[in-house]
């Protein structure tokens, strides 16, 4: 790849991540495209709610995720074939065409109910290719005693766009309407894509740049490959099968249940606001999750990572076993900080963790399988919590997933390649 500036990290030591500014053009442009991420949803979901009813609102909402689940492991494959820089390129730069022609239609006109599900649908099949590119980008930015600070910046700039997206979003659609935060969206993909040409990437060294063992080189073939190569991992698949048990037993759980949880008890709107903004956008909760990422940014390493992580989620998840139970709203607030400050600490270890574990030459294709958990496997708790607790009221459901989320963390205090996981402390 004549075209990619390179620089060998024999030459000179790596930059400590948080101080290069390499890594940091990357992050900055990351960064924008989160946010674009979530002043699109906003608008897509504000035009869907005025042209049509809340059952095609949720259709339309719901369609984004489909391609993104089914197309997910492909991409996996394509980020570890081809420069994953290039992949997350061309994906920024097709949101960015994709929204900008919505705003304009938008403005002219009342959109179709068939125009925004192709929107959703899109968008998802272009995230079915940028997500798992992003997971597969680090190893070419920085040395791989680096990784740890990487993953901690990424999960920084998660935080952050979860935190400044919808302001930013509600800002321009009160400014002008869809339009504008659509326009705005786009604006912010666009804001990435020079970033993103700017970024150098290094060579893999040798033993990170080997083909996949076993290989036919057919796109088939080496999911086929990654997905074994994921399964006979003494870490890497104890650590998936955690994650997706966390995902599973408390996105639900948190996302769903806390509406219904607030209905129950009569707190009404300004309830439910607090319990949000503690758990997820307010000042106390983005503090609590933002500092367990700056930590490892800035530190790049943990003692014991592995049992630190493990312990965490265990205490996050009997946290959210309690919330159903508790009778006052200040004490659910302060539960859902907790929660919150747990999970913070838990994702950020053990998407390091991941990083630093996985060969480079499968990063793409693990990272797809742990985004697969995420956005095709725990979605499917959302109307089975709806439902149960519909029958059986918030304490039991909320009992019943966190002590499902809890067996994750007990199988990862027993599992002794998890419990023993240890960043990296210098170059491998």
């Given at each position: 790849m004549a075209t990619l500036e390179t620089s060998s990290p024999s030459v000179r030591p790596a930059l400590p991540a948080h101080r290069d500014a390499n890594v940091l053009r990357w992050l900055t442009a990351y960064t924008a495209s989160l946010v674009g991420d979530t002043v699109y949803f906003l608008a897509l979901g504000w035009s869907a709610q005025k042209t049509v009813g809340p059952t095609e609102l949720g259709l339309v909402m719901a369609t984004g995720a489909l391609p993104r689940a089914v197309l997910m492991l492909g991409g996996g494959v394509v980020a570890d074939r081809l420069d994953p820089r290039r992949v997350i390129l061309g994906s920024d730069a097709l949101r960015c065409l994709l929204i900008l022609s919505i705003a304009a239609a938008v403005a002219l006109t009342t959109p179709a109910l068939w125009l925004l599900i192709a929107v959703a649908l899109v968008f998802g099949a272009v995230d079915a290719l940028f997500v798992p590119a992003v997971g597969a980008l680090p190893p070419r930015l920085t040395s791989p005693d680096q990784l740890a600070r990487v993953t901690g910046l990424r999960s920084l700039a998660m935080r952050l766009g979860q935190i400044a997206g919808p302001p930013i979003g509600g800002l321009a659609m009160a400014l002008g309407g869809p339009a504008v935060a659509f326009t705005v969206a786009g604006g912010l993909f666009a804001l990435s894509l020079p970033l993103l040409l700017s970024v150098r990437i290094r060579p893999l060294e040798p033993h990170e740049d080997r083909a996949a063992p076993g290989g036919s080189g057919t796109?088939?073939?080496?999911?086929?490959?990654?997905?074994?190569?994921?399964?006979?991992?003494?870490?890497?698949?104890?650590?998936?099968?955690?994650?997706?048990?966390?995902?599973?037993?408390?996105?639900?759980?948190?996302?769903?249940?806390?509406?219904?949880?607030?209905?129950?008890?009569?707190?009404?709107?300004?309830?439910?606001?607090?319990?949000?903004?503690?758990?997820?956008?307010?000042?106390?909760?983005?503090?609590?999750?933002?500092?367990?990422?700056?930590?490892?940014?800035?530190?790049?390493?943990?003692?014991?990572?592995?049992?630190?992580?493990?312990?965490?989620?265990?205490?996050?998840?009997?946290?959210?076993?309690?919330?159903?139970?508790?009778?006052?709203?200040?004490?659910?607030?302060?539960?859902?900080?907790f929660v919150c400050l747990s999970a913070g600490v838990f994702g950020s270890l053990d998407g390091a963790l991941v990083q630093t574990t996985a060969d480079p030459a499968y990063l793409g294709r693990v990272t797809s399988v742990v985004m697969l958990t995420m956005v095709g496997v725990a979605p499917l708790s959302y109307p089975l919590v709806g439902a149960a607790i519909g029958a059986w009221g918030a304490a039991p459901v909320f009992l019943g997933c966190g002590g499902l989320s809890c067996l994750g963390a007990i199988y990862a205090l027993t599992s002794r390649p998890v419990r023993q996981a240890e960043l990296p402390r210098r170059p491998r």
């Open positions: 796109a088939r073939a080496e999911l086929r490959d990654g997905l074994r190569y994921l399964r006979r991992h003494r870490l890497l698949g104890p650590l998936v099968l955690v994650g997706a048990v966390c995902e599973l037993g408390l996105i639900g759980t948190l996302n769903v249940g806390m509406v219904l949880l607030n209905a129950e008890r009569g707190w009404g709107p300004s309830g439910l606001g607090l319990i949000v903004a503690c758990f997820g956008a307010g000042a106390a909760a983005g503090a609590a999750l933002l500092a367990g990422a700056a930590l490892l940014a800035v530190a790049g390493w943990l003692p014991r990572a592995g049992l630190t992580m493990a312990v965490t989620l265990l205490l996050g998840s009997l946290g959210a076993a309690a919330m159903g139970s508790v009778p006052a709203l200040w004490s659910a607030a302060v539960l859902a900080a």
